[in-house]
T-cell receptor, first 116, second 113 residues
Framework: KAGVTQTPRYLIKTRGQQVTLSCSPI?????VSWYQQTPGQGLQFLFE???????NKGNFPGRFSGRQFSNSRSEMNVSTLELGDSALYLC???????????????FGAGSRLTVL | KNQVEQSPQSLIILEGKNCTLQ??????????LRWYKQDTGRGPVSLTI???SENTKSNGRYTATLDADTKQSSLHITASQLSDSASYIC????????????WGAGTKLIIKP
């Protein structure tokens, strides 16, 4: 079965612009989580959506937002881009809550954003 | 504050050797502890998931151990291969916070031929 698909894989933007990243989860998975990873840093949790509702949110400014559609696909948006937003943005899907029980979290390949 | 700390930060070993990576956490109560492998520029891949009642779990050459009393876990890699070069991340599920995952910063492992 198809894995988690993220688009685009690479993109370059300039400061002040906005960007939208897309994530298609594994079929049947209802939870989608987003993470930011900057060079040499661990994964920083952005937010988690389950059945179109945001269930958890990390410590990021309001410029970072997301949503989930009825087919479980998710998008995240970053407005007024800053140089520090350059990072690998990872999406992960799971059947239910990503941290519950032995629920496996499956990641996509990521979207690498460069802000100039 | 719930934390997950990993050591060492980086490690270089020769191909064929064994190594052990450490994870200490303060998350309490916790639901489960996971180890992920992340190749450079790729998404993490799950290696093991252990609940609080499990002491050890293996996945091929990878063996994870868990001591819930001391809040420590280790990942042992046997007979390392060049493809084991990656970052290894320890993650703990916070049972008190809607099972939010608390991520460690990872150990960067380099296998040299």
């Amino acid at each position: 079965k198809a894995g988690v698909t993220q688009t685009p894989r690479y993109l370059i933007k300039t400061r002040g612009q906005q960007v939208t990243l897309s994530c298609s989860p594994i079929s049947g998975h209802r939870s989608v989580s987003w993470y930011q990873q900057t060079p040499g840093q661990g994964l920083q949790f952005l937010f988690e959506y389950f059945s179109e509702t945001q269930r958890n949110k990390g410590n990021f400014p309001g410029r970072f937002s997301g949503r989930q559609f009825s087919n479980s696909r998710s998008e995240m948006n970053v407005s007024t881009l800053e140089l520090g937003d350059s990072a690998l943005y990872l999406c992960a899907s799971s059947l239910v809550s990503p941290g519950a029980g032995a629920n496996v979290l499956t990641f996509g390949a990521g979207s690498r954003l460069t802000v100039l | 504050k719930n934390q997950v700390e990993q050591s060492p930060q980086s490690l270089i070993i020769l191909e064929g050797k064994n190594c052990t990576l450490q994870c200490n956490y303060t998350v309490s109560p916790f639901s489960n502890l996971r180890w992920y492998k992340q190749d450079t520029g790729r998404g993490p891949v799950s290696l093991t998931i252990m609940t609080f009642s499990e002491n050890t779990k293996s996945n091929g050459r990878y063996t994870a151990t868990l001591d819930a009393d001391t809040k420590q876990s280790s990942l042992h890699i046997t007979a390392s291969q060049l493809s084991d070069s990656a970052s290894y991340i320890c993650v703990v599920s916070d049972a008190d916070s809607n099972y939010q995952l608390i991520w460690g910063a990872g150990t960067k492992l380099i296998i040299k031929p």
